[in-house]
């Protein structure tokens, strides 16, 4: 096969205006910053585009396939250059933890999701190559974050598109540059836009027992049809499976899935649209063990994670410490876990769906 030809991306070849990379047959891949001074990569392949954040926690701010957005609904209408969570919220996908991930508990100091969402990068490369499956086009780099007395570790994520493809190749490695033992979380957040109409399919094998809910937050502001959805959910997992129109869920529905796997290791889930395309997210229990949905729709965000593979449920901390959740990476060992995602055409559709059942029912 031929040598990936890699470029280093300096910053400052990202200005105003988009300015042409690196293009290699359909792929194609232009620099340029926003207003705010985020520094983009725009990437085309033949099949759709992507918008890529190469020095903020390499994210995939946007990315449309198949005639339409991927991307949730949120109140940004470009990403910001910012550590905070909330304050940037509104990207197709975020790498999340460290050493913590998710909603802060009581017994919790941590950031929401932990250092990894918008990490700055020391460096970022863009890899042009071809295998056995194609050509491709790959966004890596290396970010560090470091505290003294508590923990040193670097991330090298992997994000690869290939040409005339529909869906992502994800991968990410964390090694730990201590001389002591790192307490270590994950959460891959994958955000598509829900699709009124549309249906979950995932090889969860009995809702009831393998579905856990997290309570509703009590909100005086809520509307009675809030609260009846939460309540409907909770007494019967399985009716968050079809996405009504005009039924709002906010702030937000968590749950956390356990998902079986095929004799290949992998697992499947898929949101199919009216129209028979979908929407998809394909990962290894063995490397993300827990398959974690969260869903919020309301006037200002719209959006289905639906499946976030992570290594534990979203709870903080403290509630990973309590239960035996964290991943341990010795003094310079390391930890790596690898995904798929996007969209599929109708016949992509059915067949993936005829696998998840598979696997479900076997």
Request: proline share 8%; net charge negative.
């Amino acid at each position: 096969m031929p040598v990936p030809v890699t470029i280093e991306l300096h910053p400052s070849l990202f200005g105003e205006a988009r300015r042409t990379v690196a293009e290699s047959g359909r792929l194609r891949v232009a620099a340029y910053r926003y207003r705010s001074g985020v520094a983009a990569l725009a990437v085309e392949n033949g099949a759709g585009a992507a918008i890529l954040l190469p020095f903020q926690g390499q994210q995939i701010w946007d990315a449309h396939f198949l005639g339409r957005s991927l991307t949730m609904r949120s109140m940004f209408d470009e990403p910001r250059p910012t550590r905070d969570y909330l304050a940037n919220y509104g990207a197709f996908f975020i790498h999340c933890g460290g050493t913590s991930m998710g909603n802060p508990g009581p017994a919790d100091m941590h950031p929401l999701h932990g250092e990894l969402p918008n990490l700055p990068y020391d460096g970022a490369q863009l890899a042009f190559g071809e295998d056995e499956t194609g050509a491709y086009v790959e966004l890596t780099g290396t970010a560090r974050d470091t505290l003294a007395f508590h923990h040193d570790f670097t991330v090298r994520p992997r994000l690869r598109l290939r040409e005339g493809a529909t869906a992502f190749e994800a991968a990410v490695e964390v090694v730990n540059r201590a001389g002591r033992p790192m307490p270590f979380l994950y959460l891959a957040h994958v955000n598509f836009r829900p699709a009124d109409g549309g249906a979950l399919v995932d090889a969860v094998r009995d809702d009831r027992a393998d579905i856990a809910v997290r309570p509703a937050v009590p909100d005086a502001q809520e509307s009675e049809a809030v609260r009846a959805y939460h309540r409907a959910v909770a007494q019967d997992p399985s009716s968050h499976r079809r996405l009504a129109a005009g039924v709002p869920v906010q702030p937000e529905l968590v749950l956390t899935m356990k998902a079986a796997s095929g004799a290949d290791g992998w697992t499947h889930a898929l949101h199919r649209h009216p129209d028979g395309t979908a929407d998809f997210v394909s990962h290894r229990p063995d490397e993300l063990p827990y398959a974690v949905r969260w869903l919020t729709r309301g006037p200002d965000q719209d959006a289905l994670g639906l499946v976030l593979p992570a290594t534990a449920p979203p709870d903080g901390l403290a509630a990973a410490t309590a239960n035996g959740q964290l991943v341990w990476i010795a003094p310079g060992g390391s930890w790596r876990a690898e995904m798929r995602f996007g969209a599929l055409e109708a016949a992509a559709a059915r067949s993936l769906e005829d696998t998840i059942i598979s696997i479900r029912d076997r």
